[in-house]
């Protein structure tokens, strides 16, 4: 059953229902509950479903749209919040109240932003914000889960299991370091998957890496160390929230074999940033000799920050065991759901050594009093279930068809790239000759509505241009026209430079 709804989702049924002429194929990627409470909002609005009327059935409406039930419940959910229906048992969901009708107003239409200001050469801290809300036809931003994917039949299912045996005073205020259930659902996790073997107690549950990298830079500057090395090709977003909190962050090497410990080692940084299980954005594995070398230079005194962002996601080869789990004293460990279900859940998991325990501690009291305790009691009844699981599994043999899909679309229409990191996470990186400047390449390839990320960006140094290209939220059709629109900019680019 799953795998049929799993192709409905996919666009490859164009399902609709009499019921007002609703088509799913309409409702945007991600967005399907919004799209059907917004449609049967405008119908009761204007009419069309006056007050007194009784909707479909659920289960009725989720069958002619071929989508799951909980989509509907949802939407109607969030009509009854609204005071607009009513259920009422056998006699179904009724409409009680009309929304009331807004003067209309002319929108002013936004000039279309210039593909080029969004990928200057050197990007602003708000560069991530300003290209998620340009508009594309595509978007092959990399790091982006299938969000259609979210197992809403069993998040309401865990969700209903958890009220249920709620008690009055689990409402309050709740531990800073996180509710003990998901902590524990966390430690058992790891064990399983990650090679790490933790107690609950040193679990701190956190709103997603971003926050863990900022308690982390928090508490090591109150410590008095300001500079952690980081990758280099790495990640811009991690540089930047670093130097956000005014830590240096010294570029070092990565290779074909991963951190270039040697220069880690030159450079005399007390700390290091890195993506060991899978490096972003070249996707390349720390290989056993560099491991052994990495543990020597932490063992020496070096503190590792290990952001095991997309582990689970691997295809082609064995898992990769955990550092944390070689050395629980030099190693803080951070992971989160963003990849797994949707960042928009902001739940994540650190582990930090005994001495930088408590300030990371007193930082995250500080900053939030702690994560919303009922999404995470809600995320370890999925973990504890299997239903998490589950959904791992689905999304392995969704992203390997995908995947295969860009590989054979760029070997197609990009044949002079070189691809990079094919063996496990959400994403490729490709390199392409010295010739080609990858932000302008990705401004003419934005021009054709395709969105991608220019290589430049998560570099330091000078280094080959190429793109960072995500295959995990898109279809394989759009995948293909995705890379066929990648390779015409790349040979307008081309002509165009080779005129100059």
């Given at each position: 059953m799953s795998r049929a709804k799993g192709e409905v989702s996919e666009g490859s049924i164009n399902a609709g229902s009499d019921f007002l002429h609703l088509t799913i194929a309409d409702a945007p990627h991600g967005g399907r509950t919004d799209w059907l409470a917004g449609q049967l909002r405008q119908a009761i609005t204007d009419g069309r479903v006056p007050v007194g009327d009784r909707?479909?059935?659920?289960?009725?409406?989720?069958?002619?749209?071929?989508?799951?039930?909980?989509?509907?419940?949802?939407?109607?959910?969030?009509?009854?919040?609204?005071?607009h229906l009513s259920g009422r048992g056998r006699a179904g969901t009724v409409v009680v109240a009309a929304p009331t009708r807004p003067t209309p107003l002319v929108p002013t239409p936004a000039p279309a932003p210039d593909p080029a200001g969004l990928f200057p050469t050197a990007p602003s801290s708000d560069i991530f914000e300003a290209a998620r809300a340009a508009s594309a036809t595509i978007d092959l931003t990399p790091g982006v889960p299938d969000l259609t994917a979210f197992p809403r039949a069993d998040w309401l299912r865990a969700e209903r299991t958890v009220l249920r045996r709620l008690a009055a005073a689990d409402f309050?205020?709740?531990?800073?370091?996180?509710?003990?259930?998901?902590?524990?659902?966390?430690?058992?996790w790891l064990a399983r998957y990650r090679g790490i073997t933790v107690d609950p107690t040193e679990v701190i549950i956190v709103a997603g890496v971003s926050q863990a990298l900022a308690l982390i830079a928090q508490a090591l500057a109150a410590g008095g160390v300001h500079r952690i090395a980081v990758e280099e090709p790495g990640s811009l977003g991690v540089r930047q929230l670093l130097n956000n909190w005014r830590m240096e962050t010294p570029p070092v090497a990565v290779d074909d074999a991963g951190l270039r410990v040697?220069?880690?080692?030159?450079?005399?940084?007390?700390?290091?940033?890195?993506?060991?299980?899978?490096?972003?954005?070249?996707?390349?594995?720390?290989?056993?000799?560099?491991?052994?070398?990495?543990?020597?230079?932490?063992?020496?005194?070096?503190?590792?920050?290990?952001?095991?962002?997309?582990?689970?996601?691997?295809?082609?080869?064995?898992?990769?065991?955990?550092?944390?789990?070689?050395?629980?004293?030099?190693?803080?460990?951070?992971?989160?759901?963003?990849?797994?279900?949707?960042?928009?859940?902001?739940?994540?998991?650190?582990?930090?050594?005994?001495?930088?325990?408590?300030?990371?501690?007193?930082?995250?009291?500080?900053?939030?009093?702690?994560?919303?305790?009922?999404?995470?009691?809600?995320?370890?009844?999925?973990m504890t279930s299997g239903a998490f699981e589950r959904h791992l599994r689905l999304l392995r043999r969704r992203h390997i068809r995908r995947r295969d899909a860009m590989i054979a679309a760029l070997a197609r229409e990009v044949p002079t790239a070189t691809v990079h990191g094919a063996a496990a996470g959400l994403h490729l990186m490709i390199t392409l000759d010295d010739a080609v400047v990858d932000a302008e390449l990705a401004a003419a390839t934005m021009a054709r509505g395709v969105k991608v990320q220019p290589l430049s960006w998560h570099c330091q140094l000078p280094h080959r241009p190429g793109l960072v290209l995500g295959y995990a939220a898109l279809t394989?059709?759009?995948?293909?026209?995705g890379v066929a629109q990648i390779g015409v900019a790349l040979g307008h680019h081309r002509a165009a430079t080779s005129a100059d």
């Open positions: 909707l479909p059935a659920t289960r009725v409406l989720a069958a002619d749209l071929g989508v799951s039930r909980g989509v509907v419940s949802e939407a109607y959910q969030r009509l009854t919040e609204e005071g309050g205020y709740g531990d800073p370091c996180g509710a003990p259930a998901m902590r524990q659902a966390v430690a058992a040697d220069e880690l080692v030159a450079g005399g940084a007390p700390a290091v940033m890195l993506t060991p299980a899978h490096q972003f954005p070249t996707g390349v594995v720390l290989d056993g000799d560099r491991r052994r070398q990495l543990v020597a230079w932490a063992r020496a005194g070096g503190l590792i920050i290990e952001d095991d962002y997309d582990a689970e996601h691997r295809y082609d080869r064995p898992p990769v065991p955990a550092l944390r789990g070689l050395l629980p004293e030099q190693v803080c460990y951070a992971g989160s759901v963003s990849k797994l279900l949707a960042p928009a859940l902001r739940i994540g998991w650190l582990l930090v050594p005994t001495r930088l325990r408590e300030a990371v501690v007193v930082a995250k009291r500080n900053a939030d009093l702690g994560n919303a305790v009922l999404p995470q009691l809600v995320l370890a009844e999925l394989a059709t759009e995948i293909e026209e």
